[in-house]
Each structure stands twice: as C-alpha cells, then as structure tokens.
C-alpha cells in the first residue's frame, strides 16, 4: 500500500535552516499535486505548500510566504519543503499528502489524502 514518507525534520535555532523531504513508501510518489501540512500542539492543521503535478506551480499559505520554498524532482521519487528564517512559531509536526484536486488557492487539508506520519520540526535557541 502506498505510504507518504517525510524526514529532515529536527531541531533548527531561530532564522535557522531545515530542508524537509517527502518520499513515497510502496510505490512510486503520487502523480498528482502535493501538499506540506503542518500541526502544533492544540492547534488544527494548516496549509503550508503545495506544488502541482509537473512542478510548474506552487502555492503558498501564508506562514510560509516569502519564507519556504517547495520543489519536485521526479527522478528522486521526492517533494522537498526548503524552511528559511525559521521561527520558534514554526515549530509542528509537518506532513506531506496528495491531493485528487488542483494546487490552487487555499490549501485545503480535508481535499488531501494518504498522509505520512510526519517529522517533527522544533524551532527553539
């Protein structure tokens, strides 16, 4: 059964770096859009990426702006998130998931499905 795999997760200091990746266990990853997601402690999950199919599109939520950075290399089977000027705020469990839909607009968590387990993301000095 297909899996999303995600590591590179870790310990970062404030305006730190972590490049996380996001594999496919079982198969290859998904032909079609994927998302970064992530989830504090307390708080519903969020949006944070999303790029499409070909990776010709990305998208963005808000905390992420001007920030991350999501790419695709299809030979390495692997979707990366590129966290800059890391924020203790930032600090979460980020997932990966694809999605049946288009990347575009708000990035919906329920529109997405065969999640990972996640890889911890703690921004602290």
């Known amino acids: 059964q297909l899996q999303l795999v995600e590591s590179g997760g870790g310990l970062a200091q404030p305006g730190g770096s972590l490049t996380l990746s996001c594999t496919a266990s079982?198969?290859?990853?998904?032909?079609?859009?994927i998302g970064w997601f992530r989830q504090a402690p307390g708080q519903e999950r969020e949006g944070v990426a999303c790029i499409s199919a070909r990776g010709t599109y990305t998208n963005y939520g808000n905390p992420a702006k001007g920030r991350f950075a999501i790419s695709r290399d299809s030979a390495k089977n692997t979707v990366y998130l590129q966290m800059s000027s890391l924020k203790p705020e930032d600090t979460a469990v980020y997932s990966c998931?694809?999605?049946?839909?288009?990347?575009?607009?708000?990035?919906?968590?329920?529109?997405?499905?065969?999640w990972g387990q996640g890889t911890q993301v703690t921004v602290s000095s």
């Open positions: 079982g198969g290859s990853l998904p032909s079609g859009p």
């Open positions: 998931a694809t999605t049946d839909y288009i990347c575009s607009g708000v990035i919906v968590p329920s529109l997405y499905h065969t």
